[in-house]
C-alpha cells in the first residue's frame, strides 16, 4: 500500500524561481495516490500560473483569504482542518520571517498558523539572504516551534551565485513527507546523549574549557526524539534551550558529566558522545584566587576519565557512537578512534580552516564504522543531526535486531 494514499497534502507555494519544482512534488504526491490542495501566494503566481497546479492536483488553486465564495463557511478555518499536512515549497525569507513571528496576513501563512498539522518548509533563497542574521534567526525560531525544514542545498544559483540556498529536489521534499506518516525509527529506544563543553576549575574564578556551542549535541537529541526515542540529555554549561521531549541533565566538570554517564548508559540502547570532555583537569584546585605574580605560572594538568571508552567497554553495551573533531588526518584519526575504543560508528568532522568552525550553524560530517563510510555534506546542524539519526537507526536495528 502506499505510504501517502489518502492523506491529505497542502501544498504552499510562495514567489521564488524554484518555484517549478513545485509542480513536479505535485505529480510525486499525487502518484502516491495522496490528497493535494495548492494554495499560492501572489508573488508565487508571477512565477508558476495556477492552471498548472490545478491540472496536476485535480484541485482548483486557492489564493485569497478572503474569497467571498470560500469564507462564507470560513473557508481558510476549514482547509486548516483539512490538512494531515502542510508543505512550503519554496519558502521565501519573507514568508519564514513572517510564519516565526506569527503573522497571519494572507492565506497561507492563515493556514500554516491556523492548523494543527505538522508543517514541512523548504527554503529557497540568494545564498545571502540565507545566511543572513534575521534568516538563520527565523530559522531556529521555526525549528523551536516545531516545523520541519529541509534544506537548503549548495549550488549555482539563478542568480548566478553559488552556495547554500538552492530548494532541495521533489524527491527529497517526498521523503520528507513520508516520513511524517512514519513509525518513529526509534520509536521504544532509549538514547543517551552527551554534548557541549565540560569546565575543569583551577580556581574559585577561573577554569580549563574548549569552544563548544553544544548545538550538534543539543540537534541530535532533538533528531532522536523526533524519531520517537526516549532521550536523556547530559549537558555541560552552554546557553541554549532543551529540545522538546528531552529529559536534561546539567553538569559542569567531566568528573560530573562522567557520573551522570556512568549512572544512565546501564540503562540506555544507544549512546552518542557528542560532548566535547575536557582531556585534562588541573591536578590541584586552588581555593582561593590565585594572584598574579610570576612572570609565568605552571598549571599541571591529569586525564579525565573516558566515559566513551567505559561504557564502549561495558559487558552489556548500548550501542555506542563517538565523535572527533579533527585538524588533519581526518579518517585515519577517526578510524584510529573507532578501533581503539570498539566503537560502533564515529561521526568525524573538520575543525579550524579546515572546517566550518566549531561555533558555526553548520556542519559536514563523515561517518565511518567497521565496514564502510558515509559522508554527509554542509548543512544546518538540525538537519544535519536528522540525517544522522537515521543512518544510527538503521544500523542500531541492523546489530540489534526485535
Same mark, same amino acid.
Given at each position: 500500500?502506499?505510504?501517502?494514499?489518502?492523506?491529505?497534502?497542502?501544498?504552499?507555494?510562495?514567489?521564488?524561481?524554484?518555484?517549478?519544482?513545485?509542480?513536479?512534488?505535485?505529480?510525486?504526491?499525487?502518484?502516491?495516490?495522496?490528497?493535494?490542495?495548492?494554495?499560492?501566494?501572489?508573488?508565487?503566481?508571477?512565477?508558476?500560473?495556477?492552471?498548472?497546479?490545478?491540472?496536476?492536483?485535480?484541485?482548483?488553486?486557492?489564493?485569497?483569504?478572503?474569497?467571498?465564495?470560500?469564507?462564507?463557511?470560513?473557508?481558510?478555518?476549514?482547509?486548516?482542518?483539512?490538512?494531515?499536512?502542510?508543505?512550503?515549497?519554496?519558502?521565501?525569507?519573507?514568508?519564514?520571517?513572517?510564519?516565526?513571528?506569527?503573522?497571519?496576513?494572507?492565506?497561507?501563512?492563515?493556514?500554516?498558523?491556523?492548523?494543527?498539522?505538522?508543517?514541512?518548509?523548504?527554503?529557497?533563497?540568494?545564498?545571502?539572504?540565507?545566511?543572513?542574521?534575521?534568516?538563520?534567526?527565523?530559522?531556529?525560531?521555526?525549528?523551536?516551534?516545531?516545523?520541519?525544514?529541509?534544506?537548503?542545498?549548495?549550488?549555482?544559483?539563478?542568480?548566478?551565485?553559488?552556495?547554500?540556498?538552492?530548494?532541495?529536489?521533489?524527491?527529497?521534499?517526498?521523503?520528507?513527507?513520508?516520513?511524517?506518516?512514519?513509525?518513529?525509527?526509534?520509536?521504544?529506544?532509549?538514547?543517551?546523549?552527551?554534548?557541549?563543553?565540560?569546565?575543569?576549575?583551577?580556581?574559585?574564578?577561573?577554569?580549563?574549557?574548549?569552544?563548544?556551542?553544544?548545538?550538534?549535541?543539543? +540537534? /541530535? =537529541?532533538?533528531?532522536?526524539? #523526533? &524519531?520517537? @526515542?526516549?532521550?536523556? !540529555?547530559?549537558?555541560?554549561?552552554?546557553? %541554549?534551550?532543551?529540545?522538546?521531549?528531552?529529559?536534561?541533565?546539567?553538569?559542569?566538570?567531566?568528573?560530573?558529566?562522567?557520573?551522570?554517564?556512568?549512572?544512565?548508559?546501564?540503562?540506555?540502547?544507544?549512546?552518542?558522545?557528542?560532548? +566535547? /570532555? =575536557?582531556?585534562?583537569?588541573? #591536578? &590541584?584546585? @586552588?581555593?582561593?584566587? !590565585?594572584?598574579?605574580?610570576?612572570?609565568? %605560572?605552571?598549571?599541571?594538568?591529569?586525564?579525565?576519565?573516558?566515559?566513551?571508552?567505559?561504557?564502549?567497554?561495558?559487558?552489556?553495551?548500548?550501542?555506542?557512537?563517538?565523535?572527533?573533531?579533527?585538524?588533519?588526518?581526518?579518517?585515519?584519526?577517526?578510524?584510529?578512534?573507532?578501533?581503539?575504543?570498539?566503537?560502533?560508528?564515529?561521526?568525524?568532522?573538520?575543525?579550524?580552516?579546515?572546517?566550518?568552525?566549531?561555533?558555526?550553524?553548520?556542519?559536514?560530517?563523515?561517518?565511518?564504522?567497521?565496514?564502510?563510510?558515509?559522508?554527509?555534506?554542509?548543512?544546518?546542524?538540525?538537519?544535519?543531526?536528522?540525517?544522522?539519526?537515521?543512518?544510527?537507526?538503521?544500523?542500531?536495528?541492523?546489530?540489534?535486531?526485535?
Amino acid at each position: 500500500m502506499k505510504q501517502l494514499a489518502n492523506k491529505r497534502i497542502l501544498v504552499g507555494v510562495t514567489g521564488g524561481i524554484a518555484a517549478y519544482k513545485s509542480a513536479e512534488l505535485v505529480r510525486r504526491l499525487r502518484d502516491q495516490d495522496a490528497q493535494v490542495q495548492v494554495v499560492m501566494t501572489r508573488a508565487a503566481e508571477a512565477f508558476v500560473a495556477p492552471l498548472t497546479f490545478q491540472a496536476l492536483s485535480g484541485r482548483p488553486v486557492r489564493t485569497e483569504l478572503l474569497e467571498a465564495r470560500q469564507e462564507s463557511a470560513m473557508g481558510h478555518i476549514e482547509l486548516a482542518r483539512w490538512a494531515h499536512a502542510i508543505v512550503v515549497a519554496p519558502a521565501s525569507a519573507d514568508f519564514m520571517a513572517r510564519l516565526s513571528h506569527g503573522m497571519a496576513d494572507d492565506l497561507l501563512a492563515t493556514l500554516c498558523l491556523a492548523s494543527a498539522a505538522p508543517i514541512v518548509l523548504a527554503p529557497a533563497m540568494n545564498r545571502q539572504m540565507w545566511l543572513a542574521p534575521a534568516t538563520q534567526e527565523n530559522r531556529l525560531r521555526l525549528v523551536r516551534q516545531g516545523r520541519v525544514l529541509l534544506g537548503p542545498e549548495q549550488g549555482e544559483q539563478a542568480c548566478g551565485e553559488t552556495g547554500p540556498g538552492r530548494m532541495v529536489e521533489p524527491a527529497v521534499l517526498l521523503s520528507g513527507v513520508e516520513r511524517l506518516f512514519s513509525p518513529g525509527q526509534l520509536a521504544g529506544i532509549k538514547v543517551l546523549v552527551t554534548a557541549g563543553p565540560t569546565r575543569e576549575a583551577i580556581d574559585p574564578v577561573r577554569y580549563v574549557s574548549n569552544r563548544s556551542s553544544g548545538k550538534m549535541g543539543y +540537534a /541530535v =537529541a532533538a533528531a532522536a526524539a #523526533a &524519531a520517537g @526515542a526516549q532521550v536523556t !540529555l547530559v549537558s555541560g554549561p552552554v546557553s %541554549l534551550e532543551t529540545p522538546a521531549a528531552v529529559e536534561r541533565i546539567p553538569v559542569t566538570s567531566a568528573r560530573e558529566m562522567h557520573e551522570a554517564v556512568k549512572s544512565r548508559a546501564p540503562g540506555a540502547d544507544i549512546f552518542i558522545a557528542a560532548a +566535547a /570532555v =575536557a582531556d585534562y583537569r588541573p #591536578a &590541584a584546585y @586552588a581555593s582561593h584566587k !590565585l594572584k598574579k605574580h610570576a612572570q609565568r %605560572l605552571a598549571l599541571e594538568l591529569e586525564r579525565t576519565p573516558d566515559n566513551l571508552a567505559e561504557v564502549a567497554a561495558m559487558a552489556r553495551r548500548p550501542f555506542c557512537v563517538g565523535f572527533a573533531a579533527e585538524t588533519d588526518e581526518l579518517e585515519a584519526n577517526a578510524r584510529r578512534k573507532l578501533a581503539d575504543k570498539s566503537l560502533d560508528m564515529v561521526a568525524a568532522n573538520w575543525v579550524g580552516p579546515s572546517g566550518p568552525g566549531i561555533e558555526s550553524e553548520e556542519n559536514a560530517i563523515a561517518l565511518y564504522w567497521p565496514e564502510g563510510k558515509l559522508e554527509l555534506p554542509l548543512a544546518p546542524k538540525d538537519q544535519l543531526a536528522a540525517e544522522l539519526i537515521e543512518v544510527i537507526a538503521k544500523h542500531y536495528h541492523e546489530k540489534s535486531p526485535a
